[in-house]
Nanobody
Framework: VQLVESGGGLVQAGGSLRLSCAAS????????MGWFRQAPGKEREFVAAISWTGRTTDYADSVKGRFTISRDNAKNTMYLQMNSLRPEDTANYYC????????????????????WGQGTQVTISS
């Protein structure tokens, strides 16, 4: 599975961005997906996750109520809608995929994921 993120950029605080993660090589239908981010000098951290059915989602406390994860298995694509962005959201954002036999399970541990994209930079100015 190859994953390619897009949609990053520079926006002012309070603005919005929508990230996309497009997959190729295999259908994502049996893969749980997640978004993670890494800021300079910091460890990679969990942002959001979604089960392969899309029925279950999970979010880091820092983004709850502001970010929404979704997926379109027919398009082999996952999304992250980010609203009310803050300077502390500045990071390189990565999407990841994990083969899962549990159709409604999400995964917040980045060590469990099988495939990763190259990342897309998100910069929020104050």
């Amino acid at each position: 599975v190859q994953l390619v993120e897009s949609g990053g950029g520079l926006v002012q605080a309070g603005g919005s961005l929508r990230l996309s993660c497009a997959a190729s090589g295999r259908t994502l239908s049996a893969y749980a997906m997640g978004w993670f981010r890494q800021a300079p000098g910091k460890e990679r951290e969990f942002v959001a996750a979604i089960s392969w059915t899309g029925r279950t989602t999970d979010y880091a406390d820092s983004v709850k109520g502001r970010f929404t994860i979704s997926r379109d298995n027919a398009k082999n694509t996952m999304y992250l809608q980010m609203n009310s962005l803050r300077p502390e959201d500045t990071a390189n954002y990565y999407c990841a995929a994990k083969w899962s036999t549990f159709y409604n399970r999400t995964y917040g541990d980045d060590g469990l994921y099988d495939y990763w994209g190259q990342g897309t930079q998100v910069t929020i100015s104050s």
